[in-house]
């Protein structure tokens, strides 16, 4: 078995391990008590938040341990909103961000307050220069990843920082995929964790708030965290959570160098053993264990049950993966393919051997996925129109559409069209990818009696 | 050692420990993933959910996992006045409340509703009549704790519940101190409790949501425990929440009986073995393992830390043990005496001898805290002004307002009065309190041209 989703949780680092068991029976007190088994917890509280403060680097004071990463982006989002409410209600995300800015942004949205996402380039990079176009007299608060989650593309967040401190603005760091590495770079103004991303255990998350920054706690609160997270301390994981950042940051700099070359092989040879293959995310500003690539004409649920079959976890931003019908917001944003996508994530820790083993398993595996749909669509609706072409995909899901185009292009001559009718999301992010991979040109859809056409001209 | 204050925390409870550490191996992963890990995880986060519903008496679809008793609260408050909005924006609660429900509803109150708070009487129970007589047209939540969490006193819970269906209103129940003891009787709508309380881990409460509730979760929010929880679930914890829940309720009837003669003999004998004492709560609608009790001319601080150089760590209301200066909203709404409160809640599992020891060590240590207290106070001003007398208590803190008192009113004849002047909130309540137990006359309260002058007339 080889667990290669270290991006969505981590395993639990050994550390973690020892530590969340000392302090189950050393800390499960309430820290705020005056006796010895109070004293003891705050002890450990405070022990905790030094630590985790250092390897952040920020001051203790300005660090407090949330429930969860994401709700520290909430809260931090909030907190950093409404502290500034008297500037302006606009805030700024990239389009990128995790799920939990996006629900943030879309509940200031909600609440009546304003919202610019900035886009990314097709490695899924922001433009620093686009931060400081869209910064407006009424910004309260700008959000920037410190890297992408799903293709592993690290973001400028020295240059944004600089932006928005030029500003006056106050920059929000989701630095969830990276705290394992290192610190976060730039003058930023606030910045979220998890631990359960960096090995330790899940039900802790990290705020901080550096001096100086205006913040006002939203919702009830209480006297614990500084007002900022209320409910009772997670003790044990917490110390937990702190201890491991610790033990993963000493081992980091190595442990980056062994996975980046392990990504960077499957990187290179994918392409190679796979046809049809695109590798999505930046290839040199990169998380080192991280490495996505999307698969032309596969079912990514299909695929993703087969490795499992194989022994490989990994995830994927396919729609055909996900109880919704659209494909993930990034693969989307970045205009890349997300048919057949796959997110590999390396633990810390992955042996060699474990990647070897993929690549000798994933050609035959997608192999198998793409021969396994070629029955289906032998039954697909051709007409005949002049030197044009019309698919009719109405009512097939992703990779349907694309592989109806894909039969058919040879069909019609040099600068002839081919429509393809879809009512599948994904073909709208799927059939203009594909003609980026093929060459061919992708020249616009327009609205069809069902669903939405497609239009395709050949130009080779 | 003994730790008498598991009402605060509970230690963790051994099947506790055993549940986490065997789901750190395998519920780590994430429960949304369709790979072998993720659904290992979701089997075991589904099996918890099941067995929660089961001990609180509800649907597994019903109950969500929380990361604290707060989060419950603050969530289940917040959803359940959004959700009858356009019924109205009145509130209910009882003045005795866990600090939880009170910040949700001053955040309540700060954004526009309104609010009733429902009294208690002097053993801390409220009256149903009284919840009926708060219901308005435009209540949209009642709550109720189940029982009080620094007396111990069991609120008429089905009585109120009947009260609030008839009116249509739901009722909120806080079931944080009795859900270890007993599934919550009576037709209530919601109800929000808190692991760490029942001998479960920290990082883990629950809020049960009845269907038919009209329930709109409010801030930003994502796909996990039903969009009323964002956040990555904290499996291992919730695993072991569930498993103590189901083990502390398989001893609870034998371990109820045991501690409630445990704290039915400190009931008994403190009063006797120490003078000038103030048994606090319900005498027999009370949770088996809390008795809470006041001395008289005892600072609360230095009685803590006295106790806990004994060996005993228990809790106060006292305002001198809290950042403060006001003493516990509870003992205040109850109108008993603050002085020298103890709180003492014993864990299951406390031997009889730690109770017996606690009752050899109690009057030997209030009898030194009041003595120790005694020498300060010799340099009192009196005044003799006929047959009153004027003790100048300004600037003193608890107990010696009610000490100076206590010193002098053998001092007027039957009939004179002695007039304190103070400025410590606590003695606000304790000089009325130490009347009730003196037999003598409070005579109320008046500006004075410093702090407040409070009447005290002597009548035997």
């Avoid at 944003?333 to 992955?350: I, K, Q």
Wanted: contains cysteine; proline residues 6%; glycine residues 10%.
């Amino acid at each position: 078995m080889a667990y290669f989703d270290a991006a969505s949780a981590a395993p639990l680092h050994p550390v973690a391990r020892q530590a969340l068991l000392a302090s189950l029976d050393e800390g499960w007190a309430d820290p705020a008590r005056l006796y010895r088994e109070g004293r003891r917890a705050r002890l450990l509280l405070d022990a905790a938040r030094e630590a985790a403060a250092e390897a952040v680097g920020c001051r203790a004071d300005e660090l407090v341990f949330t429930p969860s990463g994401t709700r520290a982006v909430h809260s931090g989002v909030a907190g950093a909103l409404a502290g500034r409410r008297r500037v302006g209600h606009h805030l700024i995300v990239s389009t990128v961000e995790h799920s939990s800015v996006l629900h943030a942004a879309e509940a200031h949205e909600g609440g009546g307050g304003s919202l610019t996402q900035v886009p990314v380039d097709r490695a899924g990079a922001v433009d620093p220069a686009a931060y400081a176009a869209a910064l407006r007299e009424d910004t309260a608060l700008a959000c920037l990843q410190s890297a992408n989650h799903e293709v592993g593309t690290e973001q400028p967040v020295t240059e944004v920082a600089e932006v928005c401190r030029a500003a006056g603005v106050p920059l929000l760091v989701d630095a969830a995929q990276s705290l394992a590495w290192g610190k976060v770079a730039g003058d930023w103004s606030l910045l979220a964790g998890s631990a359960h991303k960096w090995g330790g255990p899940s039900g802790v998350g990290l705020l901080v708030v550096r001096k100086g920054v205006r913040f006002a706690p939203q919702g009830p609160g209480d006297e614990r965290e500084s007002g900022r997270a209320p409910g009772f301390e997670n003790l044990p994981a917490i110390v937990a959570a702190a201890a491991s950042l610790r033990a993963v940051r000493a081992e980091a700099a190595r442990e980056a160098a062994r996975l980046r070359e392990l990504t960077e092989r499957i990187r290179a040879r994918v392409p190679a053993l796979v046809p049809d293959v695109e590798v999505v995310g930046d290839p040199t500003r990169r998380l080192p264990g991280v490495v996505t690539f999307s698969c032309l004409y596969v079912d990514g649920e299909t695929l993703l049950h087969e490795l499992d079959r194989a022994g490989f976890s990994v995830s994927s931003g396919s729609s055909c993966t996900s109880g919704t019908l659209t494909p993930s917001h990034v693969l989307r944003a970045m205009g890349v393919l997300s048919e057949g996508n796959v997110r590999v994530s390396l633990p810390p820790g992955t042996p060699a051997e474990d990647v070897e083993r993929f690549l000798e398993v994933l050609p035959g595996t997608v192999a198998a996925v793409r021969e396994k749909l070629g029955a289906p669509t032998a039954t697909e609706t051709v007409r005949a129109a002049g030197p044009d072409l019309v698919v009719d995909a109405l009512g097939r899901r992703c990779p349907v559409p694309v592989i109806e185009l894909a039969k058919v292009i040879g069909d019609v001559p040099v600068g002839g069209t081919v429509r393809v009718l879809s009512d599948d999301e994904a073909a709208r992010l799927d059939i203009p990818a594909w003609c980026e991979m093929r060459g061919q040109e992708y020249a616009g859809e327009e609205p069809a009696e069902e669903g939405t056409a497609y239009l395709v001209r050949r130009t080779r």
